[in-house]
Structure formats: C-alpha cells, structure tokens
C-alpha cells in the first residue's frame, strides 16, 4: 500500500488570510493563486501493518512535534475515508522549499501528502474531492491540486463541502513569470496560523480587508481573462500591501517583513517607474516574489540578484497540478 506524489507550491495574488473555522479550515473570503514550477514537494507514503504509529521523515529526517501531530492528524482523515482506521503510515517527504519561510511549503507539502496517501491506500478521488480533503491539512495547500491560475472558493457550508479549489486557467493559458526573492531562509517567529488568529480577533483593519477582497478578485479574474498583465500585476500588489497592513492594526502588533523586504519593494517600483512592468507580492513570511514577464527576465533577474541583502533569486514559470509518480 504505497503512493508517491508531487505537488508544486503555490503563490496567492489575492490572499486568503483568515478562518471562519479552524477545525475545518474554512477561510473568511476567497483566495486566488498561480502555481509555481519552482518550487515543489515530493511525498511517498506506505501503509504498513507492522506499524503501531505513523513515522514522518522530511528530507531524511524523522520529524516530532507539532509538524508530526499535523500529518498524523492529516492520515486520520484519509484512513476515516477509506475505512482502514488501525493501519499507520511512513511518510517520506523530500521538500524542495524553504519550510516557514513564507515560500508555502506546507501547499506543496499537504497537496502532496493528500495525493500519495489517498493513491496508497487505495481511494480514488477527484481533483475536486482531494481539493476538498486537501484543504483540511493546510488551506492554500488545496489550490496546489491544480495547475495555472487557481482559485479556493471560500463556500458558505458548515461542513466545508463546497470550500474548494477550481481552476482559472490551466498552465499553458498564459506564460507570467515569478521570481522567488529569498532573504531568508529561516523560521517565522509568528506562524501564519497565528498571524491569521490574531489579526482577525484583534486588528480594526480587518473588516476593511474583507470588504475589499470581492472586487479585487472580480478585477484579477478579469485581468487573467483578458491577460492584462499590468491590471493583475497592480491588483496582486495591491491586495498583498492591504493584508500584510492587517497585521500591523493587531493587538500585539507584527510585521513579516525584514529590512531588506522593503528594498526589494522599492527596488520593484523603482524598476516599474522606469518603463518594465514587474510587480511583487508577498505571503507571510519576508521573502518577495516578483511577478514579471518573459521578455524582462534577464533584466528583473540581474537587478533582483544585486539588491544588498538578497540571498538567491529562483525563477519560476507556471506550474503543473498533482502528479503521480
């Protein structure tokens, strides 16, 4: 009873960034995203009878804690599914990914531990039930199902049955470009969990970031539709500088950004102001990606790579959904 899957990770340009339920991880608006060819996880799961707990190994090395307890948890709802409750798992999961870094490892990574385990013990679901069951790991983790521009619709069901993602546009529908800043490759101090949790219980800016998401997706979908990539770079930027101001209205007040996070940025505008189209976004966490096109590459590339403080620049076209390996 074995499956091995990859999943690539995913980066929102209009953000999901609150719950309306923890347990089920239902999110308080929609979220739209573009796949990323570079950046993935690959997962192998085997079920096995000599087992008497699952073990969880990232990049060869056998995992505890909280990081555990979530995966364990994750395997309870596949087995619940598939009727095999008293069988536990090896998970070997290799996370090309810096890990809470704000890259989202944990899409990549529980798209692909929902895709390897359900295919070893023998469920065969749709992309849009494995979305669904998916998203009970990590929230953006089920936009990583799907390749091209996707989008979690929030749903309005108590039991999450129709808080799911769909696909926008498949992969090949329009040739955008990220390029992934890194600053830092180590651990957030404030977890985006907990970040989500106390903006919405303590931040007055918050109302005022759910009134706003309906229109600028409306706008997004609209920008992809008509591939305007000045409106959907303006609208991303946009959407991400008013969820990070969230954070700054909660009580404690938080930023996830670094010094050089704000250079990054204003090295981008300052690149825009002079005639080339490159805009940034940013998910919690202080690393920026850059969204581009194919034809500013070098130039995007060459000035993003000569900022003091920026330790690599990887490029990324868009990526594939769930593969099996």
């Not at 960034?17 to 950046?39: E, Q, V």
């Not at 979690?152 to 808080?163: I, K, N, P, T, V």
């Amino acid at each position: 009873m074995k499956g091995t899957a990859k999943a690539h990770t995913n980066i929102a340009l209009i953000k999901y960034w609150g719950k309306r339920n923890d347990a089920l991880i239902l999110p308080t608006n929609s979220s739209l995203s573009l796949t990323l060819d570079g950046f993935y996880t690959k997962t192998t799961v085997e079920f096995r009878r000599d087992l008497s707990s699952d073990l969880f190994l990232l990049n060869d090395q056998a995992v505890s804690g909280q990081a555990y307890e979530r995966v364990s948890r994750f395997l309870d709802l596949v087995r619940k599914l598939s009727g095999e409750e008293n069988i536990y798992a090896e998970v070997n999961s290799r996370n090309e990914v810096p890990t809470a870094a704000g890259f989202a490892s944990s899409a990549s990574g529980f798209a692909a531990l929902a895709a390897a385990s359900t295919r070893a013990i023998g469920l065969e679901l749709s992309d849009e039930e494995l979305s669904i069951l998916t998203r009970q790991g990590s929230g953006s983790a089920c936009r990583s199902i799907y390749g091209g521009f996707v989008e979690w619709q929030m749903g309005e069901r108590e039991d999450g049955l129709d808080s799911r993602a769909v696909q926008v546009a498949p992969e090949d529908y329009w040739d955008v470009r990220v390029a992934a800043v890194e600053l830092s490759s180590t651990m957030k101090k404030v977890s985006s969990r907990e970040g989500m949790k106390r903006t919405v219980d303590t931040s007055p800016f918050y109302s005022g970031w759910l009134e706003a998401i309906p229109n600028d997706l409306m706008q997004l979908k609209a920008a992809i539709k008509e591939k305007d990539f000045e409106k959907l770079g303006a609208i991303a930027e946009a959407n991400c500088l008013k969820m990070h101001a969230t954070t700054l209205g909660a009580n404690p007040p938080f930023t996830y950004w670094h010094d050089t996070t704000v250079r990054v940025m204003h090295a981008i505008q300052e690149m825009r102001s002079k005639g080339i189209p490159v805009f940034f976004t940013i998910d919690a966490g202080p690393n920026v990606k850059a969204l581009y096109l194919p034809e500013h590459e070098e130039v995007v590339k060459s000035m993003l790579e000569n900022i003091p403080g920026v330790t690599s620049v990887t490029l990324s076209r868009t990526g594939k959904g769930i593969s099996y390996l």
